[in-house]
C-alpha cells in the first residue's frame, strides 16, 4: 500500500510564528485531505486537496500531486493550534485514505 | 446536530467479550469508515462502506465485523475481545459534493469510542 511520511514529527512554536508540515507518498493519489486532532481526541478535516493551493484563513494548503508531496501552512499560530496534524491521501475507489503518523504541534504563549 | 454520532463513548471488555459500536450520520453521505488510533500513531482502516448494501474490508479487518444497516447507519462488532484491540475506534462518513466545481470527498468524523480490553 502506499507509504506516507510526515515531517517533523514534532514542533513547538511560540504564538505568533508561522510554520510548515510536509507530507510525502509513495504512490500517485486521487484524494488527499489534511486533519487537525485536537488535544481532546476530536478529529477536524481542515482541507481536501488532491492537487493545487487552497486556503482558509490562516491555514494554506498545497498538494503537488506530480512530485508526491503536501505542504500545510500554519500562519500567526495560536495556542488553539496545539494538537495532531495529520496527512491522509487516497488511492483507488471508496475514497479510503491511508494516514501517516502526525506531526505533533505546541504552541506556546 | 448535523454530524457523526459514535455510542458509546467509552466501553471497557473482559477479553472474549462481544459487542457492537454504532454510528451514525445525518448529512445524507453515502460512504462510511471505522478506523483505529493506537497510541502514537495514525488512524488504521478497519471495514469501510462505499455504499448502502456493499462493505469492504480495509488494512486491519481481523476480528471484526460491519453492518451497512442502512444509508444512515453503519455498525463496528467485535464478536469475541482481544486486548490487543485495545484502542480508540472513529467511524467517518464522506460523499461527492459539488463546491465551487470542485467536488468533495472531505471527511466529517464522529468523536470516538474508547475502548479497553482486560
Known amino acids: 500500500g502506499i507509504q506516507v511520511e510526515q515531517s517533523p514529527p514534532d514542533l513547538i512554536l511560540q504564538e505568533g510564528a508561522n510554520s510548515t508540515l510536509r507530507c510525502n507518498f509513495s504512490?500517485?493519489?486521487?484524494?488527499l485531505q489534511w486533519f487537525h486532532q485536537n488535544p481532546w481526541g476530536q478529529l477536524i478535516n481542515l482541507f481536501y486537496?488532491?492537487?493545487g493551493t487552497k486556503q482558509n484563513g490562516r491555514l494554506s494548503a498545497t498538494t503537488v500531486a506530480t512530485e508526491r508531496y503536501s505542504l500545510l501552512y500554519i500562519s500567526s499560530s495560536q495556542t488553539t493550534d496545539s494538537g495532531v496534524y495529520f496527512c491522509a491521501p487516497g488511492t483507488g475507489g471508496g475514497n479510503k485514505l491511508t494516514f501517516g503518523t502526525g506531526t505533533q504541534l505546541k504552541v506556546e504563549l | 446536530n448535523a454530524g457523526v454520532t459514535q455510542t458509546p463513548k467509552f466501553q471497557v471488555l473482559k477479553t472474549g467479550q462481544s459487542m457492537t459500536l454504532q454510528c451514525a450520520q445525518d448529512m445524507n453521505h453515502n460512504s462510511m469508515y471505522w478506523y483505529r488510533q493506537d497510541p502514537g500513531m495514525g488512524l488504521r482502516l478497519i471495514y469501510y462502506s462505499a455504499s448502502e448494501g456493499t462493505t469492504d474490508k480495509g488494512e486491519v479487518p481481523n476480528g471484526y465485523n460491519v453492518s451497512r444497516l442502512n444509508k444512515r447507519e453503519f455498525s463496528l462488532r467485535l464478536e469475541s475481545a482481544a486486548p490487543s484491540q485495545t484502542s480508540v475506534y472513529f467511524c467517518a462518513s464522506s460523499e461527492r459534493s459539488v463546491q465551487g466545481g470542485f467536488r468533495n470527498y472531505g471527511y466529517t468524523f464522529g468523536s470516538g469510542t474508547r475502548l479497553t480490553v482486560v
Open positions: 486537496i488532491p492537487s
Open positions: 504512490d500517485s493519489v486521487n484524494n
